[in-house]
């Protein structure tokens, strides 16, 4: 939890729908590698919010039955507030980010990003309200694969109704699943306006995915004063090697008075 100094730790972590590097669905796993992360702030990226499946699953045998997926993390995790962002349709239920905060929401909002003939794609914004009444704007990413795709998205999340709206009034944080390892626009053009910085890895090395062999970096964090990095790293455990095809990556900050 935040503490007097204003310090607070954020999470990124694409759960690729519960489904693990052996092909079992287990909300359970990504639940407790949540646990693990002992996180204020949980951005997760493509979430299930099926409730209704178990009742169809059966008539659909392709289908996992164990796609509650927002619904079992909330429950095992009460002490968070969450939000989702529903992204598209899934079954008889949606499909998207979710937010879960230690800290009380005062509102949120799911941004779409989708271009044409595309899957489509959200960014789930949410204000939180930290010490001392002060306020963050988390932005939890889930950008596309395609390189023009991604510019499209780029220039629609740093533009005038989402990233550079006139009515902030506390810091920006944006992070998540950008699916850019490579210079592109995306990365260039947040630059300009956020600090950033390469993960850091058990294993000496700065790439995020796939967890048991990394070779590339999707996963991103994307700040600004207030906010002052202290510590980041990929989380790298038994559980979460396994949970996921992706690791989560953990950041702690804390919010400067001088820079405010």
Known sequence: MIDSSGTFRIATYNIHKCRGIDRKVSPARIIAVI??????VVCLQEVVNAPEISSTAECIP??????DQAGEIARALPEYAWAFGDNRPFYTGTYGNMTL????????????????????????????????????HIFNVHLGTGHMERRY???KLIGPQILTRSEFKGPRLV???????????????LRESFNSFRPRHVARFPRT????????????CYYELPLVLEENKLW??????VASDHLPLVATFCLSERAA
């Open 153 to 155: 998205q780029a220039r």
């Open 101 to 136: 905060s230690r800290f009380p929401l005062r509102g949120w909002c799911n941004h779409d990003l989708s271009r044409r003939r595309r899957e489509r794609r959200g960014v789930l914004e949410t204000e939180i309200e930290m010490a001392n009444g002060r306020t963050a």
């Open 62 to 67: 392709q289908v996992p039955r164990l796609l």
């Open 175 to 189: 992070i998540g699943d950008f699916n850019e390892w490579t210079r592109g626009l995306t990365t260039r053009l």
């Open 35 to 40: 646990r693990e992360l002992r996180a204020d």
């Open 236 to 241: 790298y455990t038994r559980t979460a090697l």
């Open 209 to 220: 995915y796939p967890g048991l062999l990394p070779i590339l970096t999707l996963d991103h």
